[in-house]
T-cell receptor, first 114, second 116 residues
């Protein structure tokens, strides 16, 4: 079974600074997808960014980018120019080739200091 | 386009009561799933469906039933609620991961369930 590990239960960053959230995963599959979801206090799960494992280029969405290291099974999220609205729980998630849904990490609570 | 909708948003049950959490999507997604989120943990898969008439168990299926009679709806039933089922429940949908199309899962707003 796949596992996803987020080793940082909580991170704090000053507004306008850059922060990196870590995620590692374990799988024997070669074709899969990785995601970062944001969960603000409203509890809505919001997709931040996705990465297909077959793509070597790291995904980017505005201020959000990933560092995908397939051999190391690492998938970190970098948030540039942090804003107060970025404060939330961030979950890393894995989706394999089968139909058995997403495997989530336990989350990182991101605090933005004004 | 409402996306994924869930009702109710909040629910309090007594031990032994039954109830159904509703989930609907209007994106013509084949794949639908239910997750639960407990404090300090990520979401865990309860049941999923790859299309109408087809359901299967996820990581934590005990105490829950599902059925899928239409593409749009995927209700989750608690037959005899227990305090261990106190959690936040999320429904999600996507194109089928078996179809080769994009399979980003879109989530509903969640239902907070408390079992006393």
């Amino acid at each position: 079974a796949q596992t996803v590990t987020q080793s940082q239960p909580e991170m704090s960053v000053q507004e306008a600074e850059t922060v990196t959230l870590s995620c590692t995963y374990d799988t024997s599959e070669s074709d899969y997808y990785l995601f970062w979801y944001k969960q603000p206090p409203s509890r809505q799960m919001i997709l931040v960014i996705r990465q297909e494992a077959y793509k070597q280029q790291n995904a980017t969405e505005n201020r959000f980018s990933v560092n995908f290291q397939k051999a190391a099974k690492s998938f970190s999220l970098k948030i540039s120019d942090s804003q107060l609205g970025d404060a939330a729980m961030y979950f890393c998630a894995y989706l394999g080739g089968g139909a058995d849904g997403l495997t989530f990490g336990k989350g990182t609570h991101l605090i933005i200091q004004p | 386009n409402a996306g994924v909708t869930q009702t109710p948003k909040f629910q309090v049950l007594k031990t032994g009561q039954s109830m159904t959490l509703q989930c609907a999507q209007d994106m013509n997604h084949e794949y639908m799933s239910w997750y639960r989120q407990d404090p300090g943990m990520g979401l865990r898969l309860i049941h999923y469906s790859v299309g109408a008439g087809i359901t299967d168990q996820g990581e934590v299926p005990n105490g829950y039933n599902v059925s899928r009679s239409t593409t749009e709806d995927f209700p989750l039933r608690l037959l005899s609620a227990a305090p261990s089922q106190t959690s936040v429940y999320f429904c999600a949908s996507s194109y089928s991961p078996l179809s080769g199309r994009t399979d980003t899962q879109y989530f509903g707003p969640g239902t907070r369930l408390t079992v006393l």
